[in-house]
């Protein structure tokens, strides 16, 4: 990609994000959608919001639980927004299938009762440091976890939550393209709350990292 051309993508990120972020303190709606990657105190990926500690996953939940929001799943926020409900919700998700965060954060989640999601990339299910098919085969028998879609390979293809998640590498061909497939919703990486604004847009939901 061209200095040019990611000049004018980080433009139309900064640009939406400002506009869903506007009004967000007088919407009706109010929600989050948390995204996580790996949570382990071992240092592992490169990119900063990549990771977690343990401990900031911890703290991360607690300050949304002391801020009266609740956590549900994607079926439940979906409905809210649906009904314009102004109970405060957030939805936690992870991406990929990092095993330390199967080893990690799962057991936090279960014990606390909060409703997660794994964004699945498959083609990574059974290498080093992912889940294999039991482990997630495991996840998908427990009544408070929801497996969606995140690629094959995990390729800046323009393709469900997206890789990489900028428009950059989303096009609206794509997301047309999720809908005729039969997905309820999509979510991107632009960092904004979910708000009357934002959630029109249900197949390119924001979703924010948060430590």
Known sequence: ???LLALYYEFRYR??????????HDSRINGVVLMYHHISDVRIDELDTCQHTLEQFK????????????FVNIDTALKMIREKSEQKF???TFDDVPLDAYEKAVPVLLSMQIPF???????????????????LKKLDNQELCTI???????????KVAYPFGRQS?????????????????AFGTIDATIND???????YLPRIVRK
Do not use: D
């Open 1 to 3: 990609m061209s200095r």
């Open 15 to 24: 640009l939406r994000k400002w506009y869903w972020s506007r009004n967000a």
């Open 59 to 70: 703290k991360s939940l607690e300050c949304y639980i002391n801020q009266s929001y609740i």
């Open 90 to 92: 957030a939805v936690v």
């Open 117 to 135: 999601t794994f964004f699945i990339t498959t083609g990574y299910i059974g290498t080093k440091g992912f889940m294999t098919k039991a482990q």
């Open 148 to 158: 969606g879609a995140h690629t094959k390979s995990h390729p800046m293809l323009r």
């Open 169 to 185: 590498s989303i096009s609206h061909k794509v997301m047309k393209q999720a809908e005729k497939a039969g997905y309820k919703c």
């Open 197 to 203: 604004l934002s959630s029109k847009s249900l197949y």
